[in-house]
């Protein structure tokens, strides 16, 4: 039970990072490497609002400050990325894009460790530590705020891309890019748009692993954006319902294999899971079969 | 034209590092092995994802692997390093037949992500010391040297020679390959996957093949790697190496003279410029951002598989797509 809570918990972190790269991979057949390293940066910009400008007290007014100005923050990040290390590449070969991706994540990873350096950072501790004990099961209050604040995140944004116009317009440039714009879409602000929600998202994941966490280190977004990659494909990459179904997935695997076997092997029994799915589902739980065209 | 280029170029540059060592000191040498390794892993990566268009991104796997067969067999079995190296050949490309084979069919980015996995698998596998014979976190360190009788004093150079006539093996197998039906097969594959199906060309055995080959050539480099290092350790052999060699490939344009500028700029120069060691890879991201945009297939791209003259027309010389 216990590793059900922590479970579901990571794999909260998960999905909402899994979003950023479900939805740029459904819109522009692109894995978005930096995705990852923005998530990072969100721990550090938040670290550093919170320490130098809103002056290291905590109250609810602070805690609502450090989200807002890093989200803006991370989300003029993902912006610039899209403007410089993407939009040029649209037409190009495939592999082009895919090392733009890769040199953005390694800019970005290396601007941290050049602003903060290699050491590991501390989160400050935002959240008051309330601990639950209900039926031999601890719960913190950081774990249900964690839980409850994805889920309507979640949520909104499920409900944002079904039902509004330009949720619609996001859905039709993700099946067929040429065709949205014949309809009178214009491709590139939706491009924008997604960039924007899926770094807003990233960043309140990254805040919420510095929360969870408390070590920050400027390269652990490899090793996030890679889980949150896998859940976004464990649930069909392209596919929104999937990418939070995965990373709840995913985080449940996680907690209980680092739970009851071992802690060293997490990482390769989440790849070996992924690689498993790859074979016999390469589309994931919740994606649909299309012929792709590489 | 290219040719003819190719027939000064080759010689001109083996000669010239068959004479390098004479001109540098032991840290320079280390410098100059490591390229040369370094040089055959990318190359090997390249018949991979550059001839046959596979995204693969583990080939840190097969070199580690290589690396590490050498370093069990001579640390505790005592084999000779000479000895280890048809099995350090043939065990990761072996590994490259299975594990290649369930996954072949995946497409671009799947296939990308599914090496990846098996990198991370590998790694983890050797830090937490499988089987009980691969050292953990530290690796495997106190290998023999390399030697052959008669030349003992002369085996301070001997990591550099060995890596160096590891390098002319895969430039003689690479250039085979180019020129033989299995290269074109390999071209075409990259090209259209399904119009080379369709024209008779057994793509799921091509494809195999093609991971093999790339998997033993870096075997090969692994032996090299722990012969001139004497030890193995697994953050050698991360992932993040295999996004460099796959990064290098790319940026170079997946031709040798692309490759090896690739190979210099990513592994040399910051050996050169030592005070900008932490602003390396910072700018190295810039680099690969700019390249693909100004040049989006690569600083020196390869032209199309070398056809014989019988089958083009009037004497075309590079069928360029």
Known sequence: MQQLVNGLTIGSMFALIALGYTMVYGVMKLINF??????????????????????????????????????????LLGFTIERLAYRP??????????????????????????????????FPELIPTIIWEVGGVVVSLMQVLIMVLSMILMVGLYLFVEKTKIGTAIRASAIDQDAARLMGINVNNIIVTIFLIGSSLGAVGGLFIGLYYRGITFN??????????????????????????????????????????????????????????????????????????? | MMKK???????????????????????WLVVATTFVIFTIVALSQDIVL??????????????????????????????PILATLPVAILIP???????????????GDYLLV?????????????????????????????????????????????????????????????????????????????????AAGSIGINTRVHKIFA?????????????????????????????????????????????VPGILLGVFVMFVLPEIFREFATWRYFIFGFAMIFTMILRPRGIWPAKFGRIPKAFTEKGRENGQQ
């Open chain 1, 34 to 75: 930096a995705h990852g390293d923005l998530v990072a940066g969100s721990s550090f910009v938040g670290l550093f609002v919170f320490s130098q400008m809103l002056g290291g007290e905590v109250s609810l007014f602070v805690v609502l400050g450090v989200f807002a100005f890093t989200i803006v923050a991370i989300a």
């Open chain 1, 89 to 122: 590449l649209r037409t190009a070969p495939r592999l082009s894009a895919v090392v733009s991706a890769l040199g953005a994540s390694m800019v970005i990873q290396n601007g941290i460790m050049l602003l903060w350096g290699p050491q590991m950072h501390i």
């Open chain 1, 220 to 294: 652990m977004g490899w090793q996030y954006g890679l889980y949150a990659f896998v859940a976004a494909i464990i649930g069909g990459i392209g596919n929104i319902p999937g990418a939070m179904l995965g990373g709840l997935l995913l985080g449940l695997f996680n907690a209980f294999i680092a739970g009851y076997i071992s802690s060293t092997w997490a990482d390769a029994f989440t790849f070996i899971l992924l690689i498993v799915i790859l074979i016999v589902r390469p589309t994931g739980i919740l994606g649909e079969r299309v012929a792709e065209k590489v």
């Open chain 2, 5 to 27: 280029i190719q027939h000064i170029a080759y010689p001109l540059f083996f000669i010239v590092m068959a004479l390098l060592p004479a001109l540098l000191d032991s840290r």
């Open chain 2, 50 to 79: 550059g001839k046959a268009g596979m995204f693969n991104m583990g080939q840190a796997l097969f070199f580690g692997l290589g690396a590490y067969t050498t370093a069990v067999l001579n640390a505790k079995f005592g084999w």
């Open chain 2, 93 to 107: 490309a072996f590994f490259g037949i299975l594990l290649a084979g369930p996954i072949i069919h995946l497409r």
């Open chain 2, 114 to 194: 599914a090496t990846i996995g098996f990198n991370i698998v590998f790694v983890q596998a050797v830090q937490n010391n499988l089987g009980g014979i691969t050292g953990g976190p530290n690796g495997i360190f106190g290998l023999d040297m390399l030697s052959f009788p008669g030349l003992a004093s002369f085996e301070h150079f001997m990591p550099y020679y060995a890596a160096l006539a590891a390098l002319f093996f895969t430039l003689f197998v690479i250039n085979n390959l180019e020129s033989s039906m299995m290269g074109r097969a390999l071209h075409y594959l990259r090209e259209d996957d399904l």
């Open chain 2, 211 to 255: 991971f093999a080959m790339g998997a033993g050539i870096a075997g090969m480099a692994g032996t090299m790697y722990a012969n001139q290092y004497s030890a193995v350790s697994p953050e050698a052999f991360d992932f993040i190496q295999s996004v460099l060699f796959f990064s290098i490939v790319i940026v170079g344009g997946s031709s």
